[in-house]
């Protein structure tokens, strides 16, 4: 079975979230047995039809009792109950429109598709993309968590209009919509735009929710899994900065896994990396690092060159190295961790994992020179003390560049 056409089984715990019981058997055979798009979305929409038939609470969104009793450890919510309601009503009458695209798909869609092509999926992928966006953010072991903490942030600075780039099934749209913000949902893929406006009408959202670009500066835009959906983000970083107020705040999760999925290319995330800290300022050294979260604010002016924590250059540049280097003073970025290697004990994993996961396998004796780093030690009180314990300026100097070209410090005056 493609491995594309599994987030379709999504359907099957989505349902007993939505009644409190499992999907019949026969929806996953159906789902399984199945050789055509057209196919594929006559087992899902006959799946949602027969539950919304069966239960008038799904379209008259009523709240189940049961969910008030809940375990503690999982809550679940009326905005989660309705997200799924949602979803399964529209799956049960799909638009003609999207109905149409998937008929005239003739193969089903690949277990892997590029990042470049998600804008423009097919329409079974897209609505397939749909349904795994409405599992993730409700019944996914850990993206919860993660979805709390971005809701954090945003509490701690309350926005008032909003842009959400890559909104998807609308999470966090509906969300800051339900506290009372103006948010512009921007989604490129038609498939989506069809299931955003549906959802905006059975809430009652259109005078909050906007399915188009904003025309005037907003305070906050949410750019949350979408530079490392796309084949170079870079290339819409100045459209996002001009969406923004100056001061106004991105708040962005990408962490460019590897895996096929995702853009991994390392010219294009330094791209993306570089333009990030040339039009934003990181406000936090990312108390969720792990995941590759940050809240950035947009700059008045562009930084002539990228900047990270405290104004640190990271990217190294020729008008920095001119002349005298010995009273650069190194910093490490607030990101990096240090780890040591599970195999032995001579070597150690330095490991950034904000922008991209980016790590450096590093001889244990380079933890002193890391921990010099710190912003105030300039390059020439550096290269005296590890010269003390053995070490030659120029393998000093060349470990420092080596750090900074991996931009995991930065150097300033």
Known sequence: MDDTLLSALRLIPLSEFLIGAPAPPAFEAAVRAARRPSEVLSAMAGLCASLVAAHPAIRDRQ?????????????????????VADLFLWLSEPPAAVRDAIAAESALPPAERRAAEQADAGALASLLDLVHDVWEHILHPY??????????????????????????????????????CHVHAVELNPVKQEFL???????????RISLSPPEAPCDCALAINLFDHMADASRILPDVAAALAPGGLLFYQAAFPADGYHTSDKEVIDRVFTGLHTLFESI?????????????????????????????????????????????????????????????EDCVL????????????APSALLELVRLCDGEHTVAEITAHMEELGADAESVWKSLLRLWQRRFLGMKR
């Open 284 to 344: 936090y050294a990312s108390p969720v690092q792990h995941f590759g979260f940050e809240v950035m604010r947009r700059r008045d002016i562009p930084a002539a060159l990228p900047e990270g924590l405290s104004g640190i250059a990271l990217v190294p540049a020729p008008e920095l190295l001119a002349g005298d280097r010995s009273a650069l003073r190194p910093r490490l970025h607030g990101t990096v961790t240090v780890e040591p290697m599970e195999d032995g």
């Open 63 to 83: 709240l189940k009792h049961r969910f008030h009793e809940s375990p503690p450890e999982q809550p679940q919510h009326w905005s989660d109950w309705q997200r």
């Open 143 to 180: 993206t919860p968590l993660f979805d709390a903490i971005i809701k954090t942030m945003l509490l701690r600075h309350p926005p008032r209009r909003v842009v959400d780039y890559g909104a998807g099934a609308g999470y966090f749209t509906f969300y800051l919509a339900s506290l009372g």
């Open 197 to 207: 406006r549906f959802s905006r009408g059975r809430r009652g959202m259109e005078d």
């Open 350 to 361: 330095l490991h950034s994992p904000m922008f991209y996961l980016r790590s450096f396998v």
